[in-house]
């Protein structure tokens, strides 16, 4: 079984530029996740879809970051304009089931905001 | 939401020696999971307990689950220099069906 994949790997851009990550879960699962991890922390949740809805996106700077997953498969996240803070790892994760009870994490994608 | 702390936040060991790591929290949970990260990569799933269980193993992990402490641990024995990797504790508590994480255990293992 092919595991959730994520693309590009590195990336580093300057301030005030644009950029966007692409995420292609497992096959089947109907939920996908967004984080962000900031080094020495744990993930933080950006935005949850259940199939191509929105379960929960509280946690997503909305002025900037935006979030698709239009057929209910792969999903893109953006940023714009991005900060020095938004330096981070970006990682993906998809489960089976919405209560997300074993989550399946893509190898995420790491940005530096220069 | 609420988020796990765990405890200690690093740890070095030699080779052979268990790893104890413990995540406390602060609500009633549903369930809780334990992650591991290696660095530079995604994080793998360990194992989960459930909030009416009290013990759960996995080859030579150990999770224990403590409702009234509100509080978890993982024990690792026999380490071995691959277990070298920072550990994660994930929670879900109420209706949520959103997982909050700690900040996590780095945990070395020398050989």
């Known amino acids: 079984e092919a595991g959730v994949a994520q693309s590009p790997r590195y990336k580093i851009i300057e301030k005030r530029q644009s950029v966007a990550f692409w995420c292609n879960p497992i096959s089947g699962h109907a939920t996908l996740y967004w984080y962000q991890q900031i080094l020495g922390q744990g993930p933080k949740l950006l935005i949850q879809?259940?199939?191509?809805?929105?379960?929960?996106d509280s946690q997503l700077p909305k002025d900037r970051f935006s979030a698709e997953r239009l057929k209910g498969v792969d999903s893109t996240l953006k940023i714009q304009p991005a900060k020095l803070e938004d330096s981070a790892v970006y990682l993906c994760a998809s489960s089976f089931l919405r209560d997300g009870e074993t989550q399946y994490f893509g190898p995420g994608t790491r940005l530096l905001v220069l | 939401s609420q988020q796990g702390e765990e405890d200690p936040q690093a740890l070095s060991i030699q080779e052979g020696e268990n790893a104890t790591m413990n995540c406390s929290y602060k609500t009633s949970i549903n369930n809780l999971q334990w992650y591991r990260q290696n660095s530079g990569r995604g994080l793998v799933h360990l194992i989960l307990?459930?909030?009416?269980?009290r013990e759960k193993h996995s080859g030579r992990l150990r999770v224990t689950l403590d409702t009234s402490k509100k509080s978890s641990s993982l024990l690792i024995t026999a380490s071995r220099a691959a277990d070298t990797a920072s550990y994660f504790c994930a929670m879900r508590s109420g209706g949520s069906y959103i997982p909050t994480f700690g900040r996590g255990t780095s945990l070395i293992v020398h050989p």
């Open positions: 879809f259940q199939n191509n809805g929105v379960v929960d």
């Open positions: 307990i459930r909030s009416n269980e």
